[in-house]
């Protein structure tokens, strides 16, 4: 379903390059810092919006990545605070058998 909703959009993106060329077929003259580039004013929008696609999914993926790194970085300290309370537990649970133990013990003396 992934497969054809991507190829649905690459699709559509095609088709709206064909026709941004169709429409706007009038050269425009790009100044580029010291470049200048004749080229046709549907090929300059569509390049535009290839970049701005790229530079928006580079900042996008920036930001994915550094919430993964402190997602990761969380899950260690759970997993560490997680143990800790496993340790805790299984002391608590072996002082309390001890604890008892020792009370069967006075009981039984006193008899």
Request: proline share 2%.
């Amino acid at each position: 379903m992934r497969k054809l909703f991507i190829f649905f959009i690459v699709i559509m993106l095609l088709i709206l390059g064909v026709v941004l060329g169709v429409l706007n077929p009038s050269l425009v003259e790009l100044n580029v810092f010291l470049i200048k580039i004749t080229l046709p004013l549907g090929l300059i929008l569509a390049l535009t919006l290839v970049v701005g696609a790229l530079l928006g999914a580079a900042v996008l993926s920036l930001k994915i990545g550094g919430l993964r790194w402190k997602l990761r970085k969380q899950e260690r300290i759970n997993k560490k605070q997680s143990n800790h309370i496993l340790e805790l537990k299984k002391s608590i649970s072996s002082e309390s058998l001890v604890s008892k133990n020792k009370s069967n013990q006075l009981v039984s003396k006193e008899k």
